[in-house]
């Protein structure tokens, strides 16, 4: 077994979700992550888990959904059980083929996520998202498997208690924050209020690997026009150059190069998908290049990301008088940052060219 | 794809587990099978049913085993959860490597059984158990892969209503019956009573291949010796030449040429697991050969094969003053009838050296 899918195993469960004896563990994976799945199960027998295994198999599921008629689509109780029993949660992607759902109609997907929202909403607190470097995603990554098996575990098995403090200082920025304004080139020049929201310091435990600072904007307060600079993979299509003109928090206008329909579809999937959920700011400098996997390319150091969709929880406080958007959808789109590009808080400039104040050669 | 897996898809979903609009349905799977798995996700599709796919993983269970305590397994609630709140459930096995589990200590799988009988008895009333032809199951049986996948899709993809019409005539002496005897050269001698248990006419819905009819024996009645003269494999770990003594039903003394301490595990599951659950008559003679996978072997027409462990519920009726085995463990052992054997009923001679009575050459 190569040590460094040991090494992940062992984050997971002790970083990530922190597992205890007698926990029900749900995982995730897919055939492709088999080595990682076996380090994993070693690692929960260790600390005398539960596990349940379930198999994330696109194949399977492009047959399904392709056979579905979007209105039939219903909640599965036992899928919404085993959630809500589960004390924790670790999802392993890895795809053989990035493109296995290119041929399923969006609005199938878009449906399926609706009717099983409640899925997803009843996941347990303890629970990580993490990468198999699969040969599937290091051609999309336009890599050798071998270098992108590197790169991957490069950026999960790091140092994450390091990392937390570099993004602390962002943190402190942001957190107390009223207004945000993201400027590049001559596309995108973007407001949002973030007032009374949290800004969350990403170490690697629910996302591995981590490291952005993300906070959730105010749905109504979003003003101006983005450009996405990168891509958007969304289940099986690359939605290029995707642009959003917002007017009161909404979208009043959208457009793309390529898969417009699929940057449709995620629109039309329930009204709070027509308005922000997350604004993320990457900085983990490990991750070097855009890998086309959000997971990854939204954690560089060089981007901000925005996400039509559902708020992340942690992100809107318990007592306040404020609510997050609420959908059955997160979709994350990234703008680069790396040129003629400025981030504000409340009118001072915190990133430069994708340089943080707090970096050199601000 | 092989239209012979998609026809296997089919059966599973029509004939054996009836699947209907909104069907919470739980599918279990090793990778290998993945073909068998994408063609019933595309029936489901057809139906409109939820599933829901869990990976049987050996080298992940062997891992987690491996760790465990046999003192440390717990109920897992998310199992349980998941099991109570499907409607129907396949189960489709398939070795990549039949001795995976070889080098796990038996009493960790014991234990692990014991701790979640509760799952296993949550199993929903409409579930089938069948197998992918896997070059590991291949292997077991000494036949070439190609070869095998033939002998398993012949099995499989049969006429079902003929079959069950061949079965119906050791239903109609069986069911009444209230004495069983097994005859079988100088090594097994046994006598049990089947009074009031139901026969049941095995027409491939919860076995695919099926092909037997079964009963119970009642629990106290078993008295006499029997010899297996096929290997029981038991969790990676091959049982040979085992034999019972059974007295007031229960196990007095076992021995076995090869893994005799894993035949000791089975039996010291719990007090359920020294008595018979099930008695039953192999009639498929479709399955022509040994392929040391008791799905088949137990349905091959010159054997009959007993189980020590749970009775199976169809078999004990509900408003009856009688019980049927109770245990967390079922495991089913053959005892080859081609040759110097009778089975009676009553006193009377129903199967001689394999043959049945209402078949040719009797």
Redesign the interface.
């Known amino acids: 077994m190569d040590s460094r899918v040991e090494r992940h195993a062992e984050l997971i469960v002790e970083h990530c979700v922190d597992i205890q004896?007698?926990d029900?563990v749900?995982v995730s994976?897919p055939?492709a992550a088999?080595d990682l799945?076996?380090?994993?199960?070693?690692?929960?027998?260790?600390r005398?888990a539960?596990?349940?295994?379930?198999?994330r198999?696109s194949?399977?599921?492009r047959?399904?959904?392709?056979?579905?008629?979007a209105e039939?689509y219903?909640?599965?109780?036992?899928?919404?059980?085993?959630m809500?029993?589960?004390d924790a949660l670790i999802a392993i992607r890895g795809d053989e083929n990035t493109a296995e759902t290119s041929d399923v109609p969006p609005e199938n997907l878009s449906a399926a996520q609706r009717a099983n929202q409640a899925v997803q909403e009843a996941r347990p607190d303890r629970w990580v998202g993490t990468q198999y470097p699969t040969a599937g995603n290091a051609q999309k990554a336009e890599m050798s498997t071998e270098a992108y098996e590197e790169f991957v575990w490069t950026a999960v098995n790091k140092d994450w208690d390091e990392q937390y403090d570099h993004q602390e200082q962002l943190v402190e920025l942001l957190d107390p924050a009223k207004e945000v304004r993201i400027r590049s080139g001559d596309t995108t020049d973007l407001t949002m209020s973030v007032a009374g929201m949290r800004a969350v310091n990403d170490d690697g435990r629910k996302n591995l690997p981590g490291g952005e600072v993300f906070t959730a904007p105010v749905p109504d307060s979003v003003e101006g026009h983005v450009t996405f600079d990168k891509p958007v993979l969304y289940m099986g299509r690359e939605i290029q150059n995707a642009s959003l003109e917002f007017e009161d928090g909404e979208v009043v206008d959208y457009a793309a190069d390529q898969n417009e329909d699929a940057l449709g579809a995620v629109l039309d999937t329930d009204e709070g998908a027509r308005r922000l959920g997350e604004l993320g700011i990457g900085m983990n400098r490990d991750i070097d290049r855009f890998t086309y996997n959000m997971l990854f390319d939204e954690k560089m150091g060089d981007t901000v990301h925005l996400a039509v969709g559902r708020a992340i929880d942690e992100c809107v406080p318990d007592d306040a008088d404020i609510e997050g958007n609420q959908s059955a959808t997160h979709v994350d789109m990234i703008v680069d940052m790396s040129e003629d590009s400025v981030l504000e808080v409340d009118g001072d400039v915190v990133q430069r060219d994708g340089t943080f104040r707090f970096e050199d050669g601000f």
């Open positions: 004896e007698t029900d749900y994976a055939a088999n799945v076996v380090a994993l199960h070693a690692e929960l027998g260790k005398g539960n596990p349940l295994l379930s198999w198999n194949a399977a599921s047959a399904y959904h392709r056979e579905m008629d039939e219903a909640l599965s109780e036992h899928s919404l059980a085993v809500e029993e589960a």
